[in-house]
């Protein structure tokens, strides 16, 4: 089952708190010794930062529904660590990625260190507006041990964030998996929130690894039918044919979607319905042209519906996870109570010069 841990860093006292999510989250995933140390280590320097330089901020620990072997991606379980800040922001990025960097009386070696222990790292900061890190850990350290990207990467590649209303489970989840030339970016809504919701949600993401190479309303419909003996769930399912060069996508119940290309955003919309309670007798489809510069954004009822997207984020180089907690972050108001679990996950493409 997806989990989740959301930890407000304002004061000292939460870093115990943050050792104590890390911990937990690799006790979920699987981790050994050496992985789980490796993950606390991070997580504890990431928030530690957020003290020193941003006055406090939030790190989220993921741990995403485990992979059933079925899928062809190969995908590992891992456990991605998030920290968001709105802060003055890092005016060199390059210089705080190197040890020894520190605008305070410290060893400057967290981002460094952050960036030598992660499966995958990534960060943006804008002055003024604050920073996002994301890193991600695997069980085992196959970065080290040279067995990452066996194979070329896809033209794209998908990346989110889940933040829970009620502490550890979301009625959330997402997943992404590939089948020979085809990429399916899946998002699920469980019905309320809580554990129950979870469940639903959880239930789409397993069918989806089971099944990658079926149809967006293939796969909706098989959904309609594992999804009976739970609460039910909104879904959208977006499928990139990666050889043709385009996406489909379907959508039943409450799921934000938007596709942009060039500078232009256009709304992609569901049919109404529950999946797992009712759905319309023809499944709906709708096919889109994908180019390099397209990306894709779904996202539950917990975002804004005006959310926006800075036109100085680089999209295009960025880990999608990072462009998601960015949209979180900037759609963010204290004004505006927070009542559902909001996820969002975000389909781009690949840079041509992504290191492994």
């Known amino acids: 089952m997806t989990r989740v841990w959301d930890v407000p860093v304002h004061d000292t006292t939460r870093l115990r708190d943050v050792r104590l999510a890390a911990e937990e989250a690799c006790a979920h995933a699987g981790f050994g010794a ?4 490796a993950t606390v280590l991070v997580a504890t320097e990431l928030a530690t930062n957020l003290l020193k330089h941003a006055g406090g901020g939030q790190i989220l620990l993921e741990t995403p529904a485990a992979p059933d072997g079925a899928a062809e991606d190969g995908e590992r379980a891992a456990v991605q660590i998030v920290a968001i800040d709105h802060g003055p922001g890092i005016a060199d ?34 002055p003024g507006r604050g920073t996002v890190a994301l890193v991600r850990i695997g069980p085992s350290d196959a970065r080290r041990r040279g067995e990452r990207d066996r194979r070329a990467p896809a033209p794209a590649r ?13 009625g959330d989840a997402w997943a992404c998996v590939r089948s020979g030339e085809t990429l399916t970016l899946l998002l699920a809504d469980g019905l309320g929130h809580g554990p129950r919701a979870a469940e639903a949600s959880d239930a789409a993401v397993r069918q989806l690894r089971r099944n990658p190479r079926l149809t967006a309303p293939e796969l909706l419909a098989a959904l309609h039918t594992a999804l009976r003996d739970t609460r039910g769930a909104a879904v959208a399912v977006a499928q990139l044919d990666l ?38 007798a023809r499944l709906p489809r709708r096919r889109l042209p994908w180019s390099p510069d397209c990306l894709l954004v779904l996202h539950s009822d917990g975002l804004p519906s005006r959310w926006s997207l800075r036109p100085e984020v680089p999209a295009a180089t960025l880990d999608p996870g990072v462009t998601a907690a960015l949209i979180v972050r900037d759609s963010s108001s204290s004004a505006r109570p927070v009542r559902d679990d909001t996820t969002v996950a975000v389909l781009s493409p690949t840079p041509p010069n992504r290191e492994p």
């Open 34 to 37: 050496d992985r789980q140390a």
């Open 93 to 126: 990025l390059s210089a705080a990625l190197h040890d020894g960097f520190s605008t305070t009386a410290s060893l400057g070696a967290g981002l460094g260190t952050c960036r030598r222990l992660a499966d995958d790292f990534d960060l943006h900061s804008s």
């Open 158 to 170: 998908a990346g989110g964030i889940n933040i829970p209303l009620v502490e550890s489970h979301s």
């Open 243 to 280: 050889a043709a060069g385009h996406l489909e996508f379907s959508g039943i119940g409450n799921i934000g979607a938007r596709l942009r290309t060039g500078g232009g955003w256009q709304p992609l919309v569901s049919h109404p319905g529950i999946v797992g309670a009712h759905v319309p």
